[in-house]
């Protein structure tokens, strides 16, 4: 029962990864093509080499963690490449110092939590705004997410993406929590304790 228990582990893991780091970095791209004016084909194979990589390697080992002095930077072009004309997505609170009292796991884990996020409002919500707040509030980190999209009413139907997403905040010991109603928007809270 044990290794049968390992393999559904080890096959949920994967299928997470491929999620995260190939569907929805392929959607980013498709994102970045869709709305630029001037596309830059250097950036474009970089992304895109990027990608092959990670899919090439995803069942050999766990996708890089970024620097934690680089990791202020790489929230703010993550947030940065899904607002476009038709949705502007505002960032508070993602400065340096809150970041260096955050480990590389929850790092890592909030990175591909936060695309997940992002990809949905794309595809779903119809948002205008998004705001994405960070906060640390004694020993937990706070993210929180709200759009003025078309929200997702009273029993909405969960996804492979939000399934991902409330396992990988349950592995940190966290909590998310979805309020919404249908047509007033999207409000997503995330409280992970830190040390």
């Given at each position: 029962?044990?290794?049968e ?5 080890q ?53 890089p ?34 970041w ?13 939590v936060l695309?997940e ?5 794309k595809?779903?919500?119809?948002a ?32 492979n993406?939000?399934r991902?997403t ?13 309020e919404s109603s249908?047509?007033?928007g ?10």
């Amino acid at each position: 029962w044990k290794y049968e228990q390992e393999i559904r582990e080890q096959q949920l893991n994967t299928s997470q990864k491929v999620h995260d780091v190939v569907a929805n970095g392929l959607y980013r791209v498709m994102s970045d093509l869709e709305y630029r004016d001037h596309l830059d084909k250097s950036d474009l194979l970089d992304k895109l080499e990027d990608l092959y990589e990670k899919s090439r390697d995803i069942s050999y080992e766990p996708p890089p963690v970024a620097p934690t002095d680089d990791f202020q930077r790489k929230v703010s072009k993550l947030l940065q490449s899904f607002s476009k004309d038709s949705t502007r997505i505002y960032i508070v609170g993602n400065d340096a110092e809150l970041w260096k009292r955050v480990d590389k796991r929850i790092k890592s884990e909030l990175e591909h939590v936060l695309q997940e996020f992002l990809v949905n409002m794309k595809k779903h919500s119809q948002a205008q705004t998004a705001t994405v707040k960070f906060e640390l509030r004694g020993n937990e980190l706070r993210v929180q997410y709200t759009d003025d999209g078309v929200g997702v009413g009273d029993n909405p139907k969960k996804g492979n993406g939000i399934r991902s997403t409330e396992n990988r905040i349950g592995r940190l010991n966290g909590t998310i929590n979805f309020e919404s109603s249908s047509g007033r928007g999207l409000k997503i809270l995330v409280q992970i304790p830190i040390r």
